[in-house]
């Protein structure tokens, strides 16, 4: 999700007649890796390795994203594995494909481990650097990139070229390679293609030749270019399920209306995004095939009289209807007729009015917050009155109150339009690169939503603290508190699934750190450990609670025997024995009283080791 800029992306025209080309968010993702051969030996490996760790979570991330590998300024140019993949494709001089845009697979990556083995003492005899001075031609290569991407044979809706290099300047800015570089910038503008340096190097200057670059491949002012952190582009670009957890999916369009013929398109997403975890599916034994599950339903009608079916037929899940009874009379209710009752309004956005910014609490907790953004899809001009809007909201600390229904068959809901801003670029964080500009969507809660607590039964003067009781809780609280940086802390059932895919497929075991980011129990401890008298002064010693004590066990039995229910002396009355055996309460004694009823009333002495079922049994048969 790019930045929106009414300069740059909004296009207003005159004509009634033209038609709006409707964005295409329907295709892959594709990442070109670049890397310069004119690399030392130990930034090229950390670049190696960065390229490692973008296939493995790639793969685990989203297997159908397309990634590729090429070597510049080489001196040779080795074919790679998959010959016929470059058959349409002129590769140029100093430059080779390792690996052409392709679906990550098993093989893919084992054959990049096994290459990145022994890279760092073959790479130099088996590809080598361009002569004399190690610069072969930058245009070409963006052509050989261009190239791989146009036809590699899938649709693309986000396509990337990454240089991984320390070379601030590949041509001298005299020279006619120099122009010829500049010129294929237009090249990448025309057909939307990303180009992206990523610095192996921390101090690397983007003045002599990739800030003209980059803006001219951007179509974008040259003082508007902003020098990224080297640090965290190759931590995003290493971990992709960082990537992954930043992700903004759409999850809906909607017309925003401000008034009487006036709207504006928009769209909405969620500040987070949820891991989906494989889906559980029922295999066979025999042969680990995936079970098929097919729901039908049935409807028989029958005979009161004969109780037999007379008619059976299967309808749809749209076929069906809901009964209920109203004045002793059967009411039917059909699934289209209940639709029509729940899609009594489209969805969409209406304006209520506008509220002062402290009128809206810091921190609801009635549901998460949703983040919206404008598009041209539907209606020409959105991004510009979206941004005049936002502005004005901004300037005057105001928020939008509107109605919200984001979806058909959905409960309409209160909502408040907070103005936000994006993080600072030169903030070192991930979310200065990965946010924008907008409107916070905040659910605003109900009736139904709001607790109703009774304070007055902890709230007392018994419960009250000391104020030294409340100082020292303050200070323990400043001692144990913790920088959280969610983007640093990983789902932990993830992490140990997708390291046991790794373990399985690729068969190398990957560290678990999705918890090693929280705080040291044991230096917490340390931490607090000089407050625990004054704890134990003001809050007195804590009593530990007794323990109950356990049931011993008898010697006759293996455990505690349990308490009976029924006195001995009424079992001594052979009536009160028989009204036992009558109503067929026997189960009730134990089985040490029913071996007294026998030994009493039926002058049998049984066996220890039969069981209290025998027991009834026998006592059943000889009172017949």
């Known amino acids: 999700m790019s930045t929106w800029n009414p300069e740059y992306d909004v296009e207003l025209t005159d004509s009634e007649d033209e038609i709006a080309m409707k964005r295409d ?4 993702e594709a990442i070109l890796f670049v890397v310069d051969a004119n690399l030392e030996t130990e930034r090229l490996m950390d670049a190696l390795k960065l390229i490692r760790g973008a296939f493995i979570s790639g793969m ?59 890279a760092e003492e073959l790479f ?20 050989l990139c261009i190239e791989l991407l146009e036809k590699c044979g899938k649709k693309l809706n986000n396509a990337k070229i990454v240089y991984l290099t320390d070379v601030e300047e590949p041509h001298p800015s005299s020279s006619r390679e120099f122009q010829a570089a500049l010129q294929k910038a237009s090249d990448l503008e025309g057909k939307e293609f990303e180009f992206q340096v990523v610095p192996m190097t921390d101090d690397f200057n983007y003045e002599p030749f990739y800030k003209e670059f980059i803006t001219l491949s ?7 270019f902003r020098v990224p952190d080297a640090q965290l582009q190759r931590e995003i670009l290493e971990d992709r399920k960082l990537r992954q957890d930043f992700l903004r999916r759409c999850l809906g369009h909607f017309t925003l209306s401000l008034g009487p013929n006036v709207s504006i398109s928009a769209q909405y997403y969620n500040y987070f995004y949820r891991h989906v975890y494989p889906k559980k599916v029922h295999i066979m034994r025999r042969d680990n095939s995936v079970v098929q599950k097919r729901r039908q339903i049935i409807v028989r009608q029958e005979d009161k009289e004969t109780e037999q079916i007379t008619h059976e037929y ?7 209807w809901y009964e209920c009874k109203v004045g002793g009379q059967v009411l039917r209710v059909t699934t289209e007729q209940l639709n029509r009752v729940r899609n009594l309004h ?21 549901k998460p917050c949703n983040f919206m953004y404008p598009d041209d899809q539907n209606i020409i001009g ?16 105001k928020i939008a109150i509107c109605l919200f229904l984001c979806k058909r068959k959905s409960v309409p809901r209160y909502v408040a339009l907070v103005p936000v801003e994006a993080a600072q670029p030169d903030d070192k964080n991930y979310r200065s690169l990965l946010s924008g500009d907008g409107f916070k969507i905040v659910y605003l809660p109900e009736s139904k939503h709001i607790r109703r607590i009774d304070l007055c039964d902890w709230n007392k003067i018994d419960n009250t603290a000391t104020d030294e009781g409340v100082d020292l809780f303050q200070k323990v609280i400043r001692k144990l508190s913790v920088d959280y940086q969610p983007n640093l802390i990983n789902d932990p059932n993830l992490e140990v699934l997708q390291a046991n895919l790794l ?13 090693t980011q929280l705080p040291d129990p044991a230096l917490q401890n340390k931490r607090i450990e000089k407050f625990l008298p004054t704890y134990e002064t003001i809050f007195e010693p804590e009593i530990e609670p007794a323990k109950k004590r356990t049931a011993k066990p008898s010697p006759d039995e293996g455990s505690a025997p349990k308490m009976p229910k029924i006195e001995e002396s009424q079992l001594s009355s052979y009536d009160f024995v028989k009204q036992l055996i009558k109503n067929k309460h026997l189960g009730s004694c134990t089985a040490q009283q029913l071996r007294f009823i026998l030994d009493q009333h039926f002058e049998v002495k049984p066996a220890k080791s039969l069981t209290k079922a025998v027991l009834i049994e026998r006592i059943e048969t000889l009172s017949d």
């Open 25 to 28: 968010f329907h295709g892959r």
């Open 60 to 118: 685990l991330v989203n297997g159908k994203d397309l990634m590729g590998l090429v070597f510049a300024n080489t001196k040779h140019s080795p074919p790679p594995q998959e010959l016929q993949c470059l058959e349409n494709i002129v590769v140029p001089a100093n430059c080779a494909v390792f690996l052409p845009l392709r679906q990550l697979t098993k093989a893919i990556v084992e054959h990049y481990l096994e290459f990145m083995a022994s």
């Open 124 to 143: 130099a005899s088996e590809y080598g650097l361009a002569e004399p001075d190690g610069r072969g031609s930058f245009a070409y290569m963006i052509r």
């Open 218 to 224: 951007r179509a974008i002012e040259i003082d508007s």
């Open 314 to 320: 299967q309808i749809k899940m749209t076929g069906g």
């Open 346 to 366: 489209p969805p969409g956005m209406m304006l209520l009015g506008f509220k002062h910014r402290s009128a809206l609490p810091d921190v609801i907790y009635s």
């Open 382 to 397: 959105s991004k510009r009155l979206f941004r005049a809007l936002w502005q004005r909201c901004l300037e005057r600390e």
């Open 503 to 515: 373990a399985l497929a690729l068969n190398f075991k990957t560290e678990q750190d999705g918890l």
